[in-house]
């Protein structure tokens, strides 16, 4: 006997939209592998029993989507498409945002972007599927599931996951400053600095990679944005930044970047000193050399 496909239903609590056109991209282009999957798109919230849902819950939507939730058929599963339903994303803090949407609803699939791709909503959705059979089966859901859907290429310039070089990160902070979403967090420790990138926050629009003075920061065109909500918090990049001992007063010093060095003492050839030794000294240093 054949199983009964997978009812899915969509809702839009309060997305700019470009999600839910990349969610209709993937659900009526064949090549994003939706028609190979048992499901089916319903229009009545009562049938479904996966339910997606874009947008990062607006204060509006709020009630709408309680509605919607008592009125799933038992059981099912719950996947988030677009950072925005997963942490607000760039609406974080707005006024007239009440979300995550999971304040709300357990969620069991998130999809990062802004928007994201086709094939990660795929991904997804099939992820979804996953997780409902599990739960039909009286099985917990797992910590991870491997990716089910696999080939996926994006162009050489996307703009996927941001990365950190940290041995030339300064930890200058201009890309926490300059993120939109607030995706960025450098933390001092007694050593230096770790540099988080929260990819659940990121919206993928490139402002600290253009604004990094040392180039440190980077868009890789890795699209791996889809994760269970257990790896909510955890889908991080995470940089080590160490403080280095002045060779000259033995202070404790950020190394700086080579590149801005150069161009800062140009005409004074400190560059042979100038990784070794801490602000301090270099000053004191290029005083000499100029004025000694
Ligand atoms: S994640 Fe981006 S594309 Fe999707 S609703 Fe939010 S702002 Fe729009
Ligand atoms: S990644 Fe670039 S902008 Fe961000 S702290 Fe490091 S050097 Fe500064
Ligand atoms: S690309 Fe960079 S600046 Fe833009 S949201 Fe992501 S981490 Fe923040």
């Keep these: 006997m054949s199983t009964p496909p997978v009812k899915l239903f969509r809702i839009n609590t309060g997305s700019c939209n470009g999600c839910d056109v990349e969610f ?8 994003f592998q939706i028609s190979s999957m048992n499901v089916e798109l319903v229009e009545n919230v009562e049938e479904s029993n996966l339910l997606v849902i874009t947008g990062p819950l607006t204060s509006k939507s709020e009630s709408f989507l309680k509605k919607y939730i008592s009125k799933l058929k038992k ?17 974080r ?3 007239s945002i009440n979300g995550p949407i999971d304040k709300f609803i357990d969620v069991n699939v998130n999809v990062a972007g802004c928007p994201p791709r086709p094939e990660s909503i795929a991904e997804g ?24 859907l696999i080939g996926f290429e994006a162009p050489k310039k996307f703009r996927g996951r941001m990365s950190l070089n940290e041995t030339i990160c300064t930890a200058c902070r201009t890309c926490e400053t300059v993120c939109p979403s607030t995706a960025i967090k450098i933390t ?11 990819h659940n926050s990121c919206c993928y629009c490139g402002n600290c990679a253009f604004f990094c003075p040392t180039g440190a920061i980077y868009s890789t ?35 700086p970047s080579s590149g801005l060095l150069g161009k800062a003492y140009i005409h004074n050839n400190l560059k042979k000193l100038n990784k070794s030794i801490c602000s301090k000294c270099r000053k004191e240093e290029n005083f000499k050399r100029m004025y000694a």
């Design 75 to 91: 059981p099912y599963a719950v996947v988030g498409v677009g950072t925005c339903s997963i942490s607000c994303g760039i609406f």
């Design 24 to 31: 209709v991209a993937t659900a009526f282009v064949d090549k």
């Design 221 to 255: 065109n890795n699209f791996d944005t889809v994760k269970l909500q257990n790896e909510k918090f955890s889908d991080l990049n995470t940089g080590i930044i160490n403080l280095s001992t002045c060779s000259s007063c033995g202070e404790s010093y950020m190394p």
């Design 125 to 148: 959705i099939a992820k979804g599927i996953k997780v409902l059979e599990l739960k039909s089966e009286g099985e917990e859901t797992p910590q991870k599931i491997e990716q089910i």
């Design 93 to 95: 803090d707005s006024y």
């Design 188 to 198: 001092k420790t007694q050593n230096g600095f770790i540099h988080n990138i929260w």
